[in-house]
């Protein structure tokens, strides 16, 4: 597990870990995130990223940002 990142969306600051990022690559279409202590997963569907399972607890807006932000960082 990486150091804490953070993100901010709708002028509020949030933590996030990434989860096994050195299993991340180019091709990578899910990722496992810690946020506020609880793990969500992120799908890749063609280029929106949305939660697994289709647990629809965050904004979809907000996923996507955290989906965003992971890509530009490890460079996918």
Do not use: H
């Amino acid at each position: 597990m990486g150091l804490p990142l953070r993100i901010t969306f709708n002028d509020q600051d949030y933590v996030y870990q990434i989860i096994n990022s050195n299993l991340i690559n180019q091709n990578t279409v899910e990722l496992e995130l810690l946020l506020n202590g609880e793990k969500l997963q992120l799908i890749k569907e063609k280029t929106v990223w949305i939660q697994k399972d289709g647990a629809g607890t965050l904004d979809p807006n907000f996923v996507q940002a955290l989906g965003r932000s992971v890509s530009l960082r490890l460079r996918m």
